[in-house]
């Protein structure tokens, strides 16, 4: 990984959630409607954070669910040679809830768009609003994020790492160079 620049540090992402969490509790009045649900891999370690935050802001906690939607997404049998399929743990009902999507990076948009697929075979959620940590651009599809952690803008030739350290043993954000 050859490293451009640390963009976010271990105390910035403390921040940022500490932030994401406020802004989803003044745009939904609350938590007592809301459902958070992180997107595999590090989507649902955020998710999980955000939740701690909200529950330390607004003493309640929020359901939280996992979603995998890669066999959702229109690209998995040419992108992935074997797809790595995890599983989707919502066990709960999503009927006319405010659903909270997360996830670390938002890139292309082509997830997000397979996420809201999966979602809609879940259930009718109220609304579906859309968080993520780190919004990068060169969007493929109409998608866009409701409460964003840091946009940083990347050439084609870029990246965006994001670190946790419940995986990565480290809590950072990185922008690197593209291995192609």
Do not use: W
């Amino acid at each position: 990984m050859n490293v451009k620049a640390k963009i976010i540090d271990e105390d910035g992402l403390k921040r940022t959630i500490t932030r994401l969490a406020h802004e989803i509790l003044e745009r939904n009045k609350g938590s007592e409607n809301i459902i958070l649900i992180g997107m595999r891999t590090r989507g649902e370690f955020l998710a999980n954070r955000i939740q701690k935050k909200i529950e330390e802001i607004d003493n309640s906690k929020p359901e939280l669910g996992i979603l995998d939607a890669t066999l959702y997404r229109d690209d998995f049998r040419t992108r992935l040679k074997q797809p790595e399929v995890s599983v989707t743990d919502i066990t709960f009902d999503i009927n006319e809830k405010d659903i909270i999507l997360i996830d670390d990076v938002l890139y292309t948009g082509r997830t997000a768009r397979a996420s809201l697929d999966a979602i809609m075979d879940l259930g009718r959620p109220s609304t579906i609003q859309f968080c993520v940590l780190v919004d990068r651009g060169h969007r493929e599809m109409p998608i866009k994020a409701d409460f964003v952690g840091k946009n940083i803008p990347t050439s084609i030739h870029e990246e965006i790492k994001v670190k946790m350290k419940e995986i990565d043993d480290e809590d950072a954000v990185y922008l690197v160079e593209s291995p192609n």
